[in-house]
C-alpha cells in the first residue's frame, strides 16, 4: 500500500532563507507525486507535480521538488522564503495509471516564516 | 464561476438535522471526490465518482450520503451526524484516464456539529 510521511508537522524560517519541507513515500509501482499548498480557509492547491522525466521539477512561487527513487524522497525546496509562503504544505503520491487518481496524502506540514 | 466551488462555505447543525454539502466544477472533468480533513490527520478520502458512478466509498459511514446527479456537480447528503464528524469537508476533480493528472480543490466547506 502507499504511504507518505512528512517529517515535521512545523517547519519555521526566517524570511529570506532557504526553505526545506521533507516527503518520503512508499509506492509498489514508480509514483506519481505532488505537492500541494492550503492557505487559511482554502482548499489545496497544486504546487508541481512529477510524473515522468527530469527528476528536479520546478512549480509555481519559486518551489522546486527532487525526485530521488534511490531515497524513495520527493523534498520541496525554495531558496528565499517570503512572508506570503506561510501555509501548510502536502505531500502526495499516486498510483493510479488508469482512471481516477487516488492520492495518498502525508499529514501536511506548516511552514512559519518570520520577518 | 471557475474552477471548484463549494456552498456552504460554513454550516453549523445540529446532530439531529439534515443538510447537504453542495460541490461544482467548471473544468469539465469527469472525476470528481470527497476529502474529510480534520486537525491532525491527513486527508482522508470518502467517496469518489468517475463518469458519475461511485468508484470508491472508503468506509464512510452510512449518515454521509453522496449524490453525483452529472459530471459538473456533487453533493454530499448529511443526516443524524455526530460531533466528532466536525471537519472541513473538500470536493475535488480531476481528468479520468490520464496519467499523473492532478485533482483540483475547491475552498471547502467548515462544518460543525453541536
Known amino acids: 500500500a502507499q504511504s507518505v510521511t512528512q517529517l515535521g508537522s512545523h517547519v519555521s524560517v526566517s524570511e529570506g532563507a532557504l526553505v526545506l519541507l521533507r516527503c518520503n513515500y512508499s509506492?509498489?509501482?514508480?509514483?506519481?507525486l505532488f505537492w500541494y499548498v492550503q492557505y487559511p480557509n482554502q482548499g489545496l492547491q497544486l504546487l508541481l507535480k512529477?510524473?515522468?522525466?527530469?527528476?528536479l521539477v520546478k512549480g509555481i512561487n519559486g518551489f522546486e521538488a527532487e525526485f530521488k527513487k534511490s531515497e524513495t524522497s520527493f523534498h520541496l525546496t525554495k531558496p528565499s522564503a517570503h512572508m506570503s509562503d506561510a501555509a501548510e504544505y502536502f505531500c502526495?503520491?499516486?498510483?493510479?495509471?488508469?482512471?481516477?487518481?487516488?492520492?495518498?496524502f502525508g499529514t501536511g506540514t506548516r511552514l512559519l516564516v518570520s520577518p | 464561476e471557475t474552477g471548484v466551488t463549494q456552498t456552504p462555505r460554513h454550516l453549523v447543525m445540529g446532530m439531529t438535522n439534515k443538510k447537504s454539502l453542495k460541490c461544482e466544477q467548471h473544468?469539465?472533468?469527469?472525476?470528481m471526490y470527497w476529502y474529510k480533513q480534520s486537525a491532525k490527520k491527513p486527508l482522508e478520502l470518502m467517496f469518489v465518482?468517475?463518469?458519475?458512478?461511485?468508484?470508491e466509498n472508503n468506509s464512510v459511514p452510512s449518515r454521509f450520503s453522496p449524490e453525483c446527479p452529472n459530471s459538473s456537480h456533487l453533493f454530499l447528503h448529511l443526516h443524524t451526524l455526530q460531533p466528532e464528524d466536525s471537519a472541513l469537508y473538500l470536493c475535488?476533480?480531476?481528468?479520468?484516464?490520464?496519467?499523473?493528472?492532478?485533482?483540483?480543490f475547491g475552498p471547502g466547506t467548515r462544518l460543525t456539529v453541536l
Open positions: 475535488a476533480s480531476s481528468q479520468d484516464g490520464v496519467t499523473g493528472n492532478e485533482q483540483f
Open positions: 512529477y510524473t515522468t522525466g527530469a527528476t
Open positions: 473544468l469539465g472533468h469527469n472525476a
Open positions: 509506492s509498489s509501482v514508480p509514483p506519481y
Open positions: 502526495a503520491v499516486s498510483e493510479g495509471d488508469t482512471g481516477f487518481q487516488k492520492l495518498v
Open positions: 465518482y468517475s463518469l458519475e458512478e461511485r468508484v
